[in-house]
């Protein structure tokens, strides 16, 4: 399975304050996505990025996000003055396929986010 | 109507066991299905795709009726590292622009 990495795997942060994660998606691919999942519950898509631009977004993903992608292998969600709602396991995935060839997606390991 | 719907679960069983989860869909014009399984606090990671005419990979089982907007996954002679939560998860556009998920079914597989 091809690898996306994420960092930090843990963040704590006072509410009110930026934060900005991290994700080195599988290279090569244009595209990339962020979700996240609050404990307990399901995963949530945030936002899909194409080729340096916002390809679709969700009501989750309002104006105090922003994903960028500051130079050719990172990409970073910046959540800019977090609530403690904000809370969860935040993940990127990159395109994939699957062994019968469906396109999917493929999962990093998440940053699990704490707001204080 | 949620968009993907899973047996609420949990369920509980012994090694060895057959055991099936149901999934529904709202959604008729979802393109792509699949099965990702998640252990705790750790990322969803695929398990099987599944197709129109019922797949099989090793012990797994996926079937999925587009009539019913049904999917379903069995799995058999269950091992302990079966133990996990089970995602059906559906890609609306076929182009996995977005991936929905369901809430997920947690399987205990006990000695």
């Known amino acids: 399975e091809p690898e996306v990495t994420q960092t930090p795997s843990h963040q704590v942060t006072q509410m009110g304050q930026e934060v900005i994660l991290r994700c080195v998606p599988i290279?090569?691919?244009?595209?990339f996505y962020w979700y996240r999942q609050i404990l307990g519950q399901k995963v949530e898509f945030l936002v899909s990025?194409?080729?340096?631009?916002?390809?679709?977004k969700s009501e989750i993903f309002d104006d105090q996000f922003s994903v960028e992608r500051p130079d050719g292998s990172n990409f970073t969600l910046k959540i800019r003055s977090t609530k403690l709602e904000d809370s969860a396991m935040y993940f990127c995935?990159?395109?994939?396929?699957?062994?019968?060839?469906?396109?999917?997606?493929?999962f990093g390991p998440g940053t699990r986010l704490l707001v204080l | 109507r949620k968009e993907v719907e899973q047996d609420p679960g949990p369920f509980n069983v012994p090694e060895g066991a057959t055991v099936a989860f149901n999934c529904t869909y709202s959604?008729?014009?979802?393109?792509?299905f699949f099965w990702y399984r998640q252990d705790c606090r750790k990322e969803p990671k695929l398990l099987m795709s599944?197709?129109?005419s019922g797949n099989e990979d090793g012990r797994f089982t996926a079937q999925l009726n587009r009539a019913s907007q049904y999917i379903s996954l069995l799995i058999r002679d269950s091992k302990l590292s079966d133990s996990a939560t089970y995602l059906c998860?559906?890609?609306?556009?076929?182009?996995?622009?977005?991936?929905?998920f369901g809430s997920g079914t947690q399987l205990t597989v006990l000695p």
């Open positions: 998860v559906v890609n609306p556009s076929g182009s996995a622009r977005q991936l929905t």
């Open positions: 995935a990159s395109p994939g396929r699957g062994a019968l060839g469906q396109e999917t997606q493929y």
């Open positions: 599944v197709y129109s």
């Open positions: 959604n008729s014009a979802s393109q792509s």
């Open positions: 990025f194409y080729n340096n631009e916002i390809s679709e």
């Open positions: 290279s090569n691919h244009l595209y």
